[in-house]
C-alpha cells in the first residue's frame, strides 16, 4: 500500500510532531490528576520551584522563567498567598513591584509536589529503560533547544 493509500491515522502515527503532542496530552493529563488530589496545579509547582531555586523573584521574572502568562501567575500566586506558601511583599527598590518569597511551609508543599511530579514521570515513561528514558530527554532537549535557537550541552 503506497503511503497515499493509507488512512490519515496511520499516516499521522508516524509523524514525530503528532506523536510528541499526543504523548504531552497524555503526560499533562496524568500531571493534572494526580496534583489535584493534592489541591494542586502544574503552576503551584512551577512557581515554587523557581522560587526555591532563584530565591525571591518578581511576580514578571517569576512569569519569565516559568514561562506562566502575567494574568496566571498573579492568580496562582493568589491562591499560593492563601494557602501560606508564599510571601508578597513590595520591592524596596521599586515600590511599584512585588517580591515573592517561598514560605517554610512552601518549601515543604514543594518536597510532596516534587515527590508526586516525579511519580508521574516514572509512570509516564514506564514501558522504556533507564537508557531509553535518557536517550528521550536528550533528544526531546535538543528538538527544543533547537526551536528556541539555543545550545544545550549534550
Avoid: C
Avoid at 117 to 128: C, N, R, S
Wanted: glycine letters at 8%.
Amino acid at each position: 500500500m503506497s503511503p497515499a493509500e493509507k488512512p490519515a491515522f496511520s499516516q499521522l502515527a508516524e509523524m514525530p510532531g503528532w506523536l510528541v503532542g499526543q504523548a504531552s496530552l497524555f503526560s499533562h493529563r496524568l500531571l493534572v490528576d494526580r496534583l489535584a488530589e493534592e489541591g494542586a496545579r502544574p503552576y503551584h509547582f512551577r512557581l515554587l520551584a523557581a522560587l526555591d531555586e532563584s530565591g525571591p523573584l518578581s511576580q514578571a521574572e517569576l512569569g519569565r522563567r516559568t514561562g506562566i502568562d502575567r494574568s496566571d501567575v498573579v492568580a496562582a500566586l493568589d491562591e499560593l498567598v492563601a494557602d501560606g506558601l508564599i510571601e508578597r511583599t513590595p520591592d524596596e527598590a521599586d515600590r511599584r513591584r512585588n517580591v515573592v518569597t517561598v514560605t517554610g511551609a512552601g518549601k515543604r508543599r514543594l518536597r510532596k509536589l516534587h515527590r508526586i511530579v516525579t511519580g508521574v514521570q516514572d509512570e509516564f515513561v514506564a514501558p522504556l529503560s533507564a537508557a531509553e528514558r535518557k536517550t528521550l530527554v536528550r533528544l526531546l532537549g535538543r528538538l527544543l533547544d533547537h526551536h528556541r535557537g539555543e545550545s544545550r550541552i549534550p
